[in-house]
């Protein structure tokens, strides 16, 4: 198979191509096998038995030819060494390298994380504390990677007794601290939430 440059493509970037020929047909004699049933034609197993030659192997049929196809690529794809993605320029000390074409040094992948760092940190203080200065105080951080329980988080597991209290943040915002006093008024003695406020800053800040 050809690449848009006219140049083949490696056997492992053609299995999952034909693994999604196959999965479409079988999902089309699905849909056709549920139609026959609900308009009461056959019945499930009458209507699968006489489709069947359509989604199974050793018959004359596209689903039967690609198949093997499958197993071949397969075969060729686990035994055929890949191309080079990349080539050393510095083969002394290995602090960089060629990428399509492109010089990356080790200095320029350390920079990219600190300036996300950077990034991330500025996010955090001026969007989501909203220019508080809130911490939690913990030496160290908990986070079991054996543990496989379904929604299991460092920030929910019991050891981490710094994480108990949620409710900081929101303590902040319905006290009026930092940036988030627009977002409170008081009416009649109660809190409310100013409507017009919260709506803006979801605009602003891409999430409404």
């Excluded at 020929?21 to 499930?44: A, G, M, P, W």
Aim: aromatic share 12%; charged share 25%.
């Amino acid at each position: 198979m050809l690449k848009e440059s006219g140049t083949f493509k490696e056997p492992k970037e053609l299995t999952s191509l034909i693994s999604k020929f196959e999965y479409c047909i079988c999902l089309t004699f699905l849909c056709e096998i549920n139609d026959r049933v609900s308009q009461k034609k056959e019945d499930r197993e009458e209507a699968c038995i006489e489709l069947q030659h359509w989604f199974t192997e050793n018959n004359y049929s596209t689903f039967a030819s690609l198949h093997p196809l499958q197993h071949m690529a397969s075969a060729i794809a686990y035994d055929s060494p890949g191309l080079p993605r990349f080539l050393w320029a510095d083969t002394e000390n290995w602090r960089s390298l060629y990428h399509e074409g492109n010089l990356i040094t080790f200095d320029e992948i350390c920079q990219i994380f600190q300036d996300t760092e950077k990034k991330l940190i500025k996010t955090w203080e001026k969007k989501v504390l909203g220019g508080l200065s809130l911490s939690i105080p913990c030496k160290a951080i908990v986070d079991n990677l054996t543990n496989k329980d379904v929604g299991y988080s460092f920030l929910f597991d019991v050891k981490n007794t710094a994480f108990k209290d949620c409710t900081h943040l929101i303590h902040e915002v319905v006290r009026g601290k930092g940036s988030f006093g627009k977002f409170v008024v008081v009416r009649e003695g109660s809190l409310s939430w100013n409507a017009s406020s919260v709506e803006s800053s979801n605009i602003e800040w891409g999430t409404g």
